[in-house]
């Protein structure tokens, strides 16, 4: 394990939420997942361990990526100098992402251990993307056995899969929204 991710786990724990970076594997699931929509948005984007992956198979300008620790960001800016990185909370990065097509946000946020005040703004802000941006999902992790939060009867959530080659063992959901009838 990287040491300075390490100390980020240790100064920014409820935030970092993860003990390792993502596994070479489960970053791969998730960018297979994600390659089949116009956009692709990155949440919580880290050291790189998904953005990685995404970056094999997403054109560069279809994909953006966001990133709350400022140091994070700037690394990931100079390793990714032809993706878009955003430095800023993902729920600002969502109010302000609109794109024509289907958008595929694939999150690393650590929904069970963020502050509650920044687990609310970001859940609203994803429900609000999903409605609004017809076609499109949240595919997110979670460490847990249950969903990574509760959504609205409107939207539905998917359990894909979970992968064990992943410290500590994944589980792959998606969430959309249900067409209105
Ligand atoms: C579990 S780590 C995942 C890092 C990397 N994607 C990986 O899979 O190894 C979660 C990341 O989300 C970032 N993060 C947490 N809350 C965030 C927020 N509200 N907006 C943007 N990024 C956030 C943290 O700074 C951290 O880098």
Redo the contacts with the bound molecule.
């Keep these: 394990m990287p040491h300075s991710f390490l100390y980020?786990k240790l100064k920014?724990a409820r935030?970092?939420?993860?003990l390792?970076?993502?596994s070479a594997r489960?970053?791969r699931e998730l960018a297979n997942l994600a390659k089949g929509s116009e956009h692709v948005l990155?949440?919580?984007?880290?050291?790189?361990?998904?953005?990685q992956a995404l970056s094999q198979v997403v054109n560069g300008e279809k994909l953006e990526v966001?990133?709350?620790?400022k140091k994070?960001a700037a690394t990931l800016k100079s390793r990714y100098p032809n993706l878009k990185v955003v430095h800023?909370?993902?729920?600002s990065?969502l109010d302000n992402y609109r794109r024509c097509g289907s958008v595929a946000v694939v999150s690393?946020?650590?929904f069970r251990s963020?502050p509650p005040a920044?687990k609310h703004l970001?859940v609203q802000s994803l429900l609000a993307f999903l409605k609004s941006s017809p076609g499109s999902q949240l595919i997110q992790y979670t460490y847990g056995l249950s969903v990574p939060f509760s959504a609205p009867a409107d939207f539905k959530w998917q359990q894909v899969k979970w992968v064990l080659t992943n410290f500590p063992p994944a589980c792959i959901w998606v969430l959309t929204k249900t067409p209105d009838r």
Excluded: F, K, N, Y
Excluded at 15 to 18: E, I, Y
Excluded at 66 to 69: K, P, R
Excluded at 88 to 91: E, L, R, Y
């Design positions: 980020r920014d935030t970092t939420g993860a390792a970076p993502s489960l970053a990155e949440l919580g984007a880290g050291t790189g361990a998904i953005t966001v990133e709350l620790q994070l800023s909370s993902a729920h990065a690393s946020l650590p963020l920044m970001t």
